[in-house]
């Protein structure tokens, strides 16, 4: 059986995670047309490349269905409760850089800190009868990050996707979302809280701790590691 890597499929964190692999002497890349999810690898034996989206890249190692996988810090700790029981980061790879941050609306002049967002979110339950309304897709990070720091007095919004846009639109008071230039904070008149980073994450090369992990594939593992310089 083949050591499977799954490695994001498109975008920057694939062609990154390529370079990254390349300066150490494996060549990584999509095999067949641009557009077919089949990949190879060269520079190494028994190592398969399975192109996956990096969202799925956590469920995927935490089954056993890959041995390795490259995503996200921040998509291992939100998809996967107790990650660390279920994968092992072997290297921070330099890059995907971005920060998951909890951010309030600039106008908001009385609201830097986390303790003036529940002070604030008091005082709106008060005035609207309602939680103040954070927008994320973050969930799980989000209410750790906020019980552990006392917060309690608000909803969970799901937002897959423009989420900076809820607050403008009326359906969220606050948002969690990752930023990297703060551009998108900025253009829609957000600031992030002093002490509102809940991670900053980065591309990771991650070991599933489920799977096949027969004497062959740790042997695999090992050459791999001797390559990369792991
Ligand atoms: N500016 C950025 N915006 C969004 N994600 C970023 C940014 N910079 C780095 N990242 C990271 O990229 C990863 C998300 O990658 P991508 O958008 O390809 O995932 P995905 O949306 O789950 O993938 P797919 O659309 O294939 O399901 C996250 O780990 C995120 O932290
Ligand atoms: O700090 P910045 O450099 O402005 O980048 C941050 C933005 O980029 C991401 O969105 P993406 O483009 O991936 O689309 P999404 O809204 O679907 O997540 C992220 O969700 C922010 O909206």
């Known amino acids: 059986m083949m050591l499977k890597l799954g490695v994001p499929s498109k975008g920057r964190l694939m062609e990154k995670t390529f370079d990254w692999f390349g300066t150490r002497g494996i060549t990584l890349r999509k095999s067949g047309s641009d557009r077919e999810y089949a990949g190879a690898v060269d520079g190494i034996d028994g190592v398969e490349l399975v192109l996956l989206s ?5 469920r995927e190692l935490a089954a056993g269905n890959i041995h390795l996988g490259v995503t996200g810090s921040d998509l291992v700790r939100e998809k996967l409760a107790n990650w660390e029981q279920r994968v092992t980061a072997m290297a921070p790879m330099g890059f995907g850089g971005a920060d998951l941050i909890i951010a309030v609306p600039q106008a908001w002049v009385d ?14 339950r008060t005035a609207h009868g309602f939680r103040l309304r954070i927008a994320t897709k973050y969930h799980r990070l989000v209410r750790e990050f906020l019980r552990e ?6 909803q969970l919004i799901d937002s897959q996707g423009a989420t900076e846009g809820t607050v403008k639109n009326e359906t969220a008071e606050a948002i969690a979302d990752i930023t990297s230039t703060g551009e998108t904070l900025r253009a829609n008149g957000l600031k992030i809280l002093d002490d509102g980073l809940i991670h900053a994450s980065q591309a990771t090369l991650f070991r599933g701790r489920r799977g096949d992990w027969s004497d062959g594939q740790r042997q695999k593992l090992k050459s791999l590691q001797m390559v990369l310089g792991l």
């Not at 720091?149 to 608000?154: F, L, S």
């Open 149 to 154: 720091k006392g917060v309690a007095d608000y």
């Open 54 to 58: 990096a969202g799925e890249i956590p």
């Open 111 to 124: 609201v830097d800190t986390l303790d003036d967002l529940d002070a604030a979110a008091a005082a709106f």
